[in-house]
């Protein structure tokens, strides 16, 4: 998988991905929805002012704009925001983590600086 490119069948499966996790955090129809291909280390690094890193592993980075809802498994914490980035496995294009984050912790990140950004159609929403 080279940065930048993603064929139309992964897209139709980051489209489906995406939509599910979106629907299950609450947000049946989120008000935008990004993808670019990349490595874990990368997307770490972007997400966090370059402090943080990782693996070289091809992933998905998938962002979502809407209204978020997550439990945290085992306990009563409530995580909730109008972010969220999704770490979409490459092979299984299953969700490997995730972020969701309130309007004030939102990182700034140029998507367009890690690779080829795509628009992604998400439920009824459509962002193209």
Do not use: C
Not at 18 to 47: C, F
Not at 61 to 78: A, D, M, S, Y
């Amino acid at each position: 998988m080279n940065a930048g490119e993603i064929s139309t069948q992964a897209l139709d499966r980051l489209k489906t991905t995406a939509a599910k996790w979106s629907e299950v955090q609450g947000d049946e129809a989120p008000s935008e929805v990004l993808a670019v291909s990349t490595t874990r280390d990368i997307a770490m690094r972007a997400l966090h002012d370059g402090t943080v890193g990782s693996d070289d592993e091809p992933i998905y980075l998938v962002i979502l704009k809407g209204n978020f809802t997550f439990k945290v498994p085992g306990t009563k914490t409530v995580r909730a925001g109008t972010w969220a980035a999704l770490f979409v496995d490459a092979n299984s294009f299953r969700v490997q983590t995730m972020t969701i984050r309130p309007p004030e912790a939102i990182p700034d990140v140029s998507l367009d600086s890690i690779g080829t950004v795509h628009i992604l159609r998400t439920g009824t929403t459509d962002t193209s």
